[in-house]
T-cell receptor
């Protein structure tokens, strides 16, 4: 069974600094997708960035980038130049194929609560 | 705004009751997924429907059921409710079914409180 581990329950970061949120994953599948979502205090889940297991380049989306190290099974999210509005819960998630050949639902980590301080 | 809509936003009910949560996917999306977010269990995948057919099941209780209608909206039915069913229930949608690369877009959620 697949598993996502986020080891940082909470982080405090100064505004304008870069921040790295850790994510390690465990799966025996060769083909999988890795996703990061942001959940502000209002509760909605906002998609941030995606990385495919066969992608050779690290994904980037604006201020978000993904430090993908396949051999270490890690997919850390990097937020550059953090802003007060970045304060939120951040979830790492993975999707793999199930034995019947279709794709399973997302498996989520427990999340990291990021607080940006002025 | 993800384009996924969920109703109602909030629901308060009593133990033993039955409720129905509704979800409309983004225009053009054929897949609907249901997730439960609770303090105890975190975010858990419940069930996936694609174009009206069940495709995958996660940690969905037998007291819970879902369906997807011809117009692609989906309903999640929760029955014999217990205090522990109190949670935020998300619906998500995506274009297709079996690609691990495809992004799922989440609705705003329905917050259920069982008293």
């Amino acid at each position: 069974a697949q598993k996502i581990t986020q080891t940082q329950p909470g982080m405090f970061v100064q505004e304008k600094e870069a921040v790295t949120l850790d994510c390690t994953y465990d799966t025996s599948d060769q083909s999988y997708g890795l996703f990061w979502y942001k959940q502000p205090s209002s509760g909605e889940m906002i998609f941030l960035i995606y990385q495919g297991s066969y992608d050779e380049q690290n994904a980037t989306e604006g201020r978000y980038s993904l430090n993908f190290q396949k051999a270490r099974k890690s997919a850390n999210l990097v937020i550059s130049a953090s802003q007060l509005g970045d304060s939120a819960m951040y979830f790492c998630a993975m999707r793999v194929h199930y034995s019947g050949g279709g794709a399973d639902g997302l498996t989520f980590g427990k999340g990291t609560h990021l607080i940006i301080q002025p | 705004d993800s384009g996924v809509t969920q109703t109602p936003k909030h629901l308060i009910t009593a133990t033993g009751q039955r409720v129905t949560l509704r979800c409309s996917p983004r225009s053009g999306d054929l897949s609907v997924y249901w997730y439960q977010q609770s303090l105890d269990q975190g975010l858990q995948f419940l069930i996936h429907y694609y174009n009206g057919e069940e495709r995958a099941k996660g940690n969905i209780l037998e007291r819970f059921s879902a369906q997807q209608f011809p117009d692609l909206h989906s309903e999640l039915n929760l029955s014999s409710l217990e205090l522990g069913d109190s949670a935020l229930y998300f619906c998500a949608s995506s274009v297709s079914s079996d690609s691990v690369q495809e992004t799922q877009y989440f609705g705003p959620g329905t917050r259920l409180l069982v008293l």
